[in-house]
């Protein structure tokens, strides 16, 4: 989608012109949506005061624009109450909003997205005594990566019922606090977990960093340095303190450089450092699953880690810059496991000065670093952890296996056009790292070991070219929609639609062999034909209930060419039909 202020803009005008007013419903559902009312209570005395809760549900990845000021075609999600006497309503109460970083429009916008509530609070009159219909008026634009749309959602009905004998007892939900101006251009109710005091904050911070130690992705570099202070206590209580010291503050490095990102994002961008922002970034959460398979291989010792001289301390340094940099990469690692600790830390630091967000940020380095302060100030507490031995191979295998869970979690996460790839690279990659370790020795030749291990890292990386480099969106397609396509069609505009599936390995040569080609996309674009993508993963999905009740179709890969008259899709359902397609697009006339 190159413009999507345009298409929203042409989606208002389309529903201006559409004289067809949904009716009323006490929940509303769309593809994408469903809004739900809930009363505070069940009736409500006159000269009373209650609330309506307006609940959201988005399917995952679709989100409503927040704010009226960054919203394309000023969009954002509106709520308008109904102006029903004798009862009146205020301005609505929005949650917070979230920064959510659209490509098409290269910018951050804020959205809400999930589940998110918001509230209508109303008063009623002194001598009122009746039924009211409220109708709640929903407007905004539902928006995901590709797509846009503009549902009509009409109104929202529910029954207000005002009795002078009401009990207005223990009400169904609590009236958040609120500000007066909110992004969505109501009020903005106040996030509870920026209102903890400092002393709480800050032992929140301590015990987030504690429990960091005890995340799975951290384990692989504990037995490193357990064994690296027992080396040191041997020498002697200084060499120990002195080295515990480096590791922690290579733990306190970490923390500090996120301390100081999120002073620069206030000082430069006016905004906060979003704790799980990287997690939105599909580079980022690749690299990290596949670092988790890789400390997985190690946790079942298919390749071991060779510790170099400034670590093992052999050398002249002494190993303080290996030790401080231990200590940055356990830190490093703790991030994929820590996400609900971490996010809970940095909630309270976001909304303070710089002064207390950055004492926070570091108060969760500081908690890290406590087990191996104590181990280094009190070195008598080493010849009391457990001694090696058949448990603790155990330990590091189970700790493999948590690993590749977590790796597949986070594979889950990857945009779905990659997914795949980035798995099939997953299994290239164990691949690659079990020749690095497992084809050579210790005493294999160091002219062999380097030719093994070059193939293996040319393997690797030929792989990963050829899988994980980003695609070149040459098609613009659209979610499938069939009220879409009957309204290209009686505008004469011909529509292509490609039914495909996630797990369709079919449908991805397809991709490959027709959709990939720079000549047949051109003349899509050229030529003015509706793409649309009709994903049937799922049994639920649109796409797969037309497939099944309307085309009559089997399965995928099938693609279907409408022709703007015709009655019947012209259709092809094997893998090589690129030049019988070209040929058609090259017959239609120029858009």
């Not at 509530?117 to 928006?143: N, R, W």
């Not at 940055?328 to 600790?341: E, Q, Y």
Request: aromatic letters at 10%.
């Amino acid at each position: 989608m190159r413009d999507k202020a345009a298409v929203i803009l042409c989606l208002v005008l389309i529903s201006a012109f559409d004289g067809s007013a949904a009716p009323p419903n006490s929940v509303i559902k769309t593809g994408v949506v469903t809004i739900s009312v809930e009363q505070q209570y069940e009736a409500v005395l006159p000269g009373g005061e209650s609330a309506l809760a307006i609940h959201f549900e988005l399917e995952k990845d679709w989100h409503f624009y927040a704010s009226a000021e960054t919203a394309p075609g000023g969009m954002n999600l509106k709520i308008k109450p109904p102006a029903e006497k004798p009862v009146n309503f205020s301005e609505p109460i929005f949650p917070p909003s979230h920064l959510y970083f659209d490509k098409s429009l290269n910018k951050k916008l804020e959205v809400f997205s999930d589940r998110f509530i918001v509230y209508l609070p109303f008063s009623v009159g002194q001598s009122a005594d009746t039924k009211v219909t409220a109708k709640i008026g929903i407007e905004g634009a539902v928006c995901s990566d590709i797509q846009c749309r503009m549902p009509n959602f009409g109104y929202l009905s529910v029954e207000l019922k005002i009795d002078k004998n009401a009990i207005m007892g223990e009400p169904k939900f609590v009236l958040p606090e609120a500000v007066e101006t909110g992004a969505a251009g109501g009020r903005l109710f106040l996030d509870e977990r920026l209102s903890y005091p400092i002393w709480f904050a800050l032992g929140l911070a301590l015990i987030a960093g504690l429990s960091l130690n005890i995340m799975p992705c951290v384990w692989p570099v504990l037995p490193l340095v357990v064994l690296r202070l027992v080396g040191q206590a041997k020498k002697g209580k200084g060499k120990t303190i002195t080295m515990g010291l480096a590791f922690c503050v290579g733990i306190l490095l970490f923390f500090a450089s996120l301390a100081a990102a999120n002073i620069v994002l206030q000082l430069l961008y006016g905004t906060a450092l979003q704790w799980g922002d990287q997690f939105r970034n599909p580079v980022f959460v690749t690299i990290m699953a596949l670092l988790m398979v890789v400390l997985a291989l190690f946790m079942f010792d298919v390749f071991t880690i060779t510790l170099p001289a400034s670590v093992t301390g052999k050398s002249s340094g002494q190993g303080y810059v290996g030790t401080v940099g231990m200590g940055f990469l356990a830190a490093i690692l703790s991030t994929p496991c820590s996400f609900g600790i971490l996010a809970a830390a940095f909630a309270w630091a976001q909304g303070q000065p710089l002064l207390p967000a950055t004492v926070a940020i570091m108060f969760i380095g500081v908690g890290m670093s406590v087990p191996y302060l104590i181990l280094t100030l009190i070195p008598g507490l080493l010849e009391k952890l457990p001694r090696p031995g058949r448990w603790m191979e155990l330990f590091k295998q189970t700790v493999g296996f948590i690993l590749l869970g977590i790796a597949a979690w986070m594979i889950t996460v990857v945009p779905q056009a990659k997914r795949a790839e980035v798995l099939y690279f997953a299994v290239v990659l164990a691949f690659c790292v079990w020749m690095w370790g497992g084809w050579v020795s210790y005493n294999t030749k160091a002219l062999r070991k380097w030719f093994v291990r070059l193939i293996a890292v040319a393997l690797a990386v030929v792989a990963g070219w050829g899988l994980l480099k980003p695609a070149e969106k040459l098609i613009d397609w659209q979610g499938y929609d069939g009220a879409l396509i009957d309204s290209a069609l009686s505008q004469n505009r011909p529509v292509l639609v490609k039914f495909t599936a996630d797990w369709c390995l079919s449908c991805k040569t397809v991709d490959k062999w027709v959709y990939s080609r720079k000549d047949i996309a051109s003349l899509i674009k050229k030529k003015g034909v509706l793409a649309i993508k009709a994903d049937t993963t799922a049994k639920d999905y649109p796409a797969t209930q037309a497939l099944k009740n309307i085309y009559k179709e089997p399965g995928v890969p099938v693609s279907m060419y409408f022709t703007p008259g015709e009655t019947e899709p012209l259709r092809w359902r094997d893998k090589r039909f690129g030049d019988e397609l070209k040929a058609l697009l090259e017959e239609l006339p120029s858009q």
